[in-house]
Nanobody
Framework: QVQLVESGGGLVQAGGSVRLSCAAS????????MGWFRQAPGKEREFVGA????????RYADSVKGRFTISRDYAKNTVYLQMNSLKLEDTAVYYC???????????????WGQGTQVTVSS
């Protein structure tokens, strides 16, 4: 089993920045991916971005490309989501996820964090 612990959410003004962290523990995969998803009230959970841990390659949703950056800290077993130029529509609960394969559908991801609220205000 893999456990994911998220941190870093909160209130931020539009145009501002915030960095989310997700620390993974437990038995690790030989090759796995770490991803970020978000869910706004009344909306379906959507893919934000992900990183292939072994290859160090990333993939992003078009809505966040150029504004959000995913990175990893190999020693700390932690993935980060750096969010810049935040917009009101970025307001959502952000979830960290882990999976053996990098896919964009949330249905296919095996492990999930508890979620952290990010609220963008005007």
């Amino acid at each position: 089993q893999v456990q994911l612990v998220e941190s870093g959410g909160g209130l931020v003004q539009a145009g501002g920045s915030v960095r989310l962290s997700c620390a993974a523990s437990g038995r690790t995969f030989g090759h796995f991916a770490m991803g970020w998803f978000r869910q706004a009230p009344g909306k379906e959970r959507e893919f934000v971005g992900a990183i292939d841990w072994y290859q160090d390659s990333t993939r992003y949703a078009d809505s966040v490309k150029g504004r959000f950056t995913i990175s990893r800290d190999y020693a700390k077993n932690t993935v980060y989501l750096q969010m810049n130029s935040l917009k009101l529509e970025d307001t959502a609960v952000y979830y960290c996820a882990a999976n053996q394969m990098l896919v964009t559908s949330y249905h296919a991801w095996d492990y999930w964090g508890q979620g952290t609220q990010v609220t963008v205000s005007s």
